[in-house]
């Protein structure tokens, strides 16, 4: 079974610092765009950030200049590193990537892991 996995959320004060991972298992032939995203209950997702197969980024205006994200390839993992986080980054963080299998390398499936929740206090 293929399937994201995240960690390393947690609760941090607020100016502190967090680094999530997502971890892709299962009979995975490749990975391309991956991301994380947030979502506060009530709220629509938002993207966080993405990363390309190639290692092109893109971030949320809110997080630009304190998150950066990254990937190996290899063990097919995503990280996040929140830095100077703040109140308002409280959510639940998702990590979502756009994935083929080894049975059936011409589809690609897009996958969320279960989400892991970030809370920043005062």
């Known amino acids: 079974q293929v399937q994201l996995v995240e960690s390393g959320g947690g609760l941090v004060q607020s100016g502190g610092s967090l680094r999530l991972s997502c971890a892709a298992s299962?009979?995975?032939?490749?990975?391309?765009?991956m991301g994380w995203y947030r979502q506060v209950l009530g709220n629509q997702r938002e993207l966080v950030a993405s990363i390309t197969s190639g290692g092109s980024t893109n971030y949320g205006d809110s997080v630009k200049g304190r998150f950066t994200i990254s990937r190996d390839n290899a063990k097919k993992t995503m990280y996040l590193q929140m830095n100077s986080l703040k109140s308002e980054d409280t959510a639940v963080y998702y990590c979502n990537a756009v994935v083929s299998q080894v049975t059936e390398p011409r589809n690609w499936y897009t996958l969320w892991g279960q989400g892991t929740q970030v809370t920043v206090s005062e």
């Open positions: 299962g009979s995975i032939a490749r990975l391309a765009d």
